[in-house]
């Protein structure tokens, strides 16, 4: 661990910052926490933006920075709100597309220096495609560095007009005793899931459209005919879910939609299989904390994947529902394999930027952005 240091910015003014969130992916709040935490740890002071769900389900405040709930829109009044947080910051961090832009908006005529961070690239077409080009425009020309978690995103930003786009260091948090908690061994979980005699799979995603949820089910279908027939479980809530349910019923399929869930290391420690059947973020959660807990995972060439993952995962074609069973059931059957893509996991792992190494650079950058320059 880097000591903690006190950041001294403006002669004898502790460095203020404003993370602005839009309380949208795993991957942004988890990177918010995590940086939260560290940026507190050495002195600065933070300040977090984002819907209260989102504090409620990522302990924002519990880790030592101010939250104050502003709404997922860009309408005036939480643009104002927005605004005057901002009021008194040194440097302001919007993470994803349509926070920073919220945060342009409040920014309007200040000089306050803006950081903003991409985590993906949402796929669209027709009128949906040509709005988020503009957005993308509007936020990277008024920022002052843009992060890209990916080289892909770096290179996006610099071709809407970026000033300034960088490769942004990003880091999953590990649990420091572990995935498997000594109270709810692995075999516990398994029982409580009503796995004890058969594998277990696990997805974990909000349920809305577009995640990939249909993929699985259309996937349970062709792993039901194997014995003992493999237990999909899915943790998290959203919009799909009657539908999902409603299917999972009628198609009497073995999957089990656990809803939301705050304890899904654990529920991961327990698994056989990870399984991620769509993501478009550049840096998904469940595809490191599956690696790091060496759960061989089986994920959808999309997004960041291939290049987080490298060779450490069993990639298939997106919007294959038949390559996607057919991986599961070879790594079922195959557990030289297994054992493989968990070794594999642990070196790919280890490439990874680190929560410390993630912290210093954002605070190089905001000290470079923050520094008194001298008198001409």
Not at 142 to 148: D, E, N
Not at 186 to 212: F, H, Q
Not at 276 to 292: D, K, M, N, T
């Amino acid at each position: 661990m880097s000591p903690v240091i006190s950041h001294v910015s403006h002669g004898q003014s502790t460095l203020r910052t404003v993370q602005v969130l839009g309380g949208g992916s795993a991957g942004s709040s988890v990177h918010v926490r995590s940086l939260a935490a560290g940026l507190v740890a050495r002195g600065v002071r933070v300040t977090v933006c984002a819907p209260a769900d989102a504090d409620r389900a990522y302990s924002f405040s519990g880790v030592g920075a101010q939250h104050v709930h502003v709404p997922r829109s860009s309408d005036p009044v939480s643009v104002a709100a927005l605004r005057t947080v901002c009021a008194d910051a040194d440097l302001v961090h919007a993470h994803g597309l349509h926070a920073s832009f919220r945060a342009v908006l409040a920014l309007s005529g200040r000089g306050t220096p803006l950081v903003v961070t991409w985590y993906n690239h949402e796929p669209a077409e027709g009128a949906r495609a040509h709005l988020l080009r503009l957005l993308e425009r509007r936020v990277v020309r008024a920022a002052t560095v843009v992060l890209g978690t990916t080289s892909e995103l770096v290179d996006r930003a610099r071709g809407r007009g970026a000033r300034d786009a960088r490769l942004a260091a990003v880091a999953v948090p590990r649990p420091a005793g572990g995935y498997e908690h000594p109270d709810r061994p692995r075999p516990k979980v398994r029982a409580e899931l009503g796995a004890t005699d058969r594998p277990l799979l696990i997805s974990v995603a909000s349920l809305d459209p577009g995640r990939g949820h249909e993929l699985l089910l259309d996937a349970a279908r062709a792993w039901r005919l194997l014995e003992p027939v493999p237990l999909l479980v899915v943790a998290g809530e959203g919009p799909s879910r009657t539908e999902l349910q409603r299917r999972i019923e009628d198609e009497e399929l073995p999957v089990r939609l656990l809803g939301r869930r705050d304890d899904v290391g654990e529920l991961l420690a327990a698994a056989d299989l990870a399984l991620l059947p769509r993501s478009w973020e550049a840096r998904s959660v469940l595809a490191q904390e599956a690696l790091h807990a060496r759960v061989p995972l089986v994920a959808a060439r999309t997004g960041g994947i291939p290049e987080i993952v490298g060779d450490a995962a069993e990639l298939v074609p997106d919007q294959d529902p038949e390559a996607l069973a057919g991986a599961v059931i070879r790594l079922l059957g195959d557990p030289g394999r297994r054992e493989e893509l968990r070794d594999l996991g642990t070196r790919q792992a280890a490439t990874w930027p680190t929560e410390d190494e993630t912290v210093a650079q954002v605070l190089s950058v905001y000290d470079e952005l923050t520094r008194p320059r001298p008198l001409a």
